[in-house]
């Protein structure tokens, strides 16, 4: 999770905590769709008690002797969600949730300089009241407004606060060289999706639970597993006084099926299937469940079995995933827009623009707008960020030379413009965030070439292995000012190649380490088969889904050290089940 300290992490939201690629079916509602036609507010109770009290807002809130608000901007989300979960093939969960909850911002200044400034906002004393973000799932307007008007008068305290504490410390603090605005203006738009009404065949995926958790039970040396079916239908409305107003719709399906097992030295080990849909229909028959399941735990033996890998440096293949997940984390939050000028922030390519930053054969760029990749939907896709800004690509890597930045409202210097990546869970503040992250090469080599110049590479250094990196089960960034600058990743298939004979022998027990600028020097050649990861990432504006596209990736050093997984005995007794 982004911290103050900077860290951040990419993930899956599900039954384990870890990252997998995954394919994100599409629906109604997503990016690269047909537009909806736009509604008036008026036919919509919810945007109605929005505008309302934002016009009440806008006309009549000041505070005698204090300035009136110049931006006030309401976010609604409505959640309606079912999960079934179980355990060694029984259902432990069965649960059907609906919430609805409210973000505010108001903003004093202008938009040349405003109080989102204060980082530090707080509230006026440690134990005073704290208005809920809750409203009505029913759609009352007055119960609406009431949290709304609470919030409001809330925020537009700690704003003034905030605004007048700025202003101080500008008396004592130099001019930066380089300004930027605190805010950019947006084109004011009406969007409104259809409503997507929460669909679930709770018989199949009772069924489907209890199947999957009784096969993985049986599997040998498995001493816990955990099968997850999820929904929920997202809605969510947006509003702001310059005019902007916004409903958006967004079903997302999933199933998640983990076990562990320990190795005979006590590592803990585990391996999951994770799939996404944005319709019960795009998930998986349980045929193709039960397959993949199987293939997981196969894996999840054979690493068991496998032997553990030394730390390492050489040459290495990362394939589509890993190639995804390390752009992600080496380039991505770095590129981020807030944290180009932030005092806290390490602002590792802040003064690169225009300056090459990796091999002249790669380029970077972002693009949400884009739904699929092949028949992959992508989980990084949406029309509208969440500061009501249409999503837009953006080239960040052209040709190995930097470009530009992901940017919410809040803008860099030299670009006066949001691009639609200010994102947040849930009702968490906006920043920028990355979307669909796209590596591309025009130059590239088939796979059977690739693994050729890896052996020819390791040979050439006097190494007597190099290393196949075909799956990563997550991965961490510190961007912090006062911290180190570097990444990490678990590297989860990892296959060790003998230089001389091209033999491939699964390892197990390492991670990737190492730091942006020398990583991204090692990139020597990549693939001509792009893939798809899709997962979630973590950071200071909370989960986030996210894909990537990237190839395979040839990196002339990698380095890898010994993983932090713990070690522990197994259980005493055997299970009650007769396994492990």
């Not at 934002?54 to 409505?78: F, I, N």
């Not at 969600?81 to 355990?87: A, E, N, V």
């Not at 045929?287 to 033996?301: G, I, K, P, Y």
């Amino acid at each position: 999770m982004q911290t103050r300290s900077g860290a951040a992490h990419l993930t899956v939201l599900g039954a384990r905590s870890l990252l997998a690629v995954c394919a994100l079916a599409g629906a109604a509602g997503v990016a690269g769709a047909s537009p909806p036609a736009e509604a008036p507010a008026d036919i919509d109770p919810v945007m109605g008690a929005m505008a309302a009290e934002l016009e009440r807002t806008t006309t009549s809130l000041a505070l005698p002797g204090y300035e009136a608000p110049y931006y006030t901007a309401y976010r609604v989300e409505d959640l309606v969600g079912h999960s079934i979960g179980g355990r060694m093939g029984a259902v432990d969960e069965d649960r059907v949730q609906h919430s609805r909850d409210a973000w505010v911002d108001v903003r004093v200044g202008g938009y040349d300089f405003d109080s989102s400034e204060d980082d530090m906002a707080e509230w006026p004393y440690e134990d005073d009241y704290e208005p809920p973000t809750s409203v009505p799932i029913d759609g009352d307007a007055a119960g609406l407004r009431h949290t709304l008007w609470l919030l409001t008068d809330l925020r537009y305290k700690q704003a003034l606060s905030s605004y007048m504490k700025l202003k101080g410390q500008r008396v004592f603090t130099p001019d930066k060289k380089k300004k930027r605005p605190s805010n950019t203006r947006a084109e004011v738009v009406h969007y409104t999706e259809a409503p997507v009404a929460l669909s679930v065949d709770a018989e199949r995926w009772r069924r489907t639970v209890k199947t999957l958790g009784n096969m993985v039970a049986t599997a040998p040396a498995v001493f816990d597993n955990q099968v997850l079916f999820r929904a929920r239908v997202q809605t969510r409305w947006f509003v702001t006084n310059e005019g902007i107003r916004l409903r958006t719709v967004a079903p997302l399906y999933e199933i998640h099926v983990q076990a562990w097992v320990r190795t005979d030295d006590g590592m803990l080990l585990d391996q999951s299937v994770d799939l996404y849909g944005r319709s019960e229909s795009r998930l998986p028959d349980d045929a193709e469940l039960e397959r993949q399941v199987s293939q997981m735990l196969a894996d999840l033996e054979a690493l068991r079995l496998a032997p553990e890998l030394e730390p390492y440096t050489g040459p290495a293949i990362l394939e589509p995933a890993a190639t995804g997940v390390f752009f992600h984390e080496v380039l991505g939050h770095r590129l981020e827009g807030h944290r180009q000028d932030s005092a806290e922030e390490g602002q590792t390519f802040a003064d690169h623009l225009g300056q090459q930053i990796m091999p002249s054969f790669l380029s970077v760029l972002d693009d949400p707008t884009r739904a699929t990749e092949g028949s992959v939907q992508l989980n990084g896709a949406y029309r509208f960020d969440d500061e009501g800004v249409r999503a837009q690509e953006v080239t960040l890597v052209r040709d190995g030379v930097l470009e530009g930045f992901l940017m919410s409202r809040r803008p860099v210097s030299g670009f006066d413009r949001g691009n639609g990546h200010g994102r947040a869970q849930g009702t968490m503040t906006p920043v920028s965030r990355m979307g669909n992250l796209i590596v591309r090469s025009d130059r590239t080599v088939s796979d059977a070439r690739l693994r050729k110049m890896l052996l020819a590479e390791a040979r050439r250094q006097g190494k007597p292995y190099a290393l196949i990196i075909r799956d990563i089960t997550g991965g961490s960034t510190n961007t912090s000012s006062y911290g180190y600058q570097a990444f990490k990743g678990g590297a989860r298939m990892v296959y060790k190649v003998d230089a001389r004979t091209g033999a491939e022998t699964l390892v197990r027990g390492v991670e990737i380490v190492g730091t942006p600028l020398t990583a991204l020097g090692k990139i020597m050649a990549a693939g001509d088969t792009p893939g798809v990861f899709n997962g979630y990432c973590g950071a200071e504006s909370g989960m986030v889904p996210v894909s990537t596209i990237a190839p395979a990736t040839l990196f002339s050093e990698i380095e890898l050290q010994r993983s932090a997984r713990g070690r522990a005995k197994g259980p005493i007794l055997g299970s009650p089940g007769g396994n492990p």
